[in-house]
């Protein structure tokens, strides 16, 4: 029980560094600075984490944003490392977040149905 307490007060803690550092330290990039955090799991060792994010440039190629993501993902990391206090910092792994898009989906069927 205090592990997964532990766990979600890290995961938090990573999500709102994430968001932080797309915003402010990759002003150059095409893409990063236009990401936001939805949501993040970490394994129970902490060792790994998963990070579901979405795009607000809605034109943008999701292979594109994917890229510059995995060039970019050794300094997000390191950065992140300075920012939060853990014994070591997880991998990342970037998944983009359909459930935005799923939702939309579900409420134009319903739309069609009335």
Do not use: G, W
């Amino acid at each position: 029980m205090p592990n997964d307490i532990k766990i979600e007060r890290n995961q938090s803690t990573i999500l709102r560094e994430l968001n932080l550092i797309l915003q402010r330290e990759f002003p150059d990039c095409e893409y990063l600075n236009t990401l936001t955090i939805h949501e993040v799991r970490l394994s129970n060792d902490m060792s790994h984490a998963k990070v579901f994010y979405s795009c607000m440039d809605t034109s943008a190629d999701l292979a594109d944003v994917k890229a510059e993501i995995d060039e970019n993902l050794k300094e997000i990391r390191m950065i992140l490392a300075s920012k939060v206090e853990m014994r070591s910092v997880p991998e990342l792994t970037f998944e983009f977040d359909k459930t935005l898009e799923n939702a939309n989906k579900i409420e134009e069927i319903l739309k069609e149905i009335k």
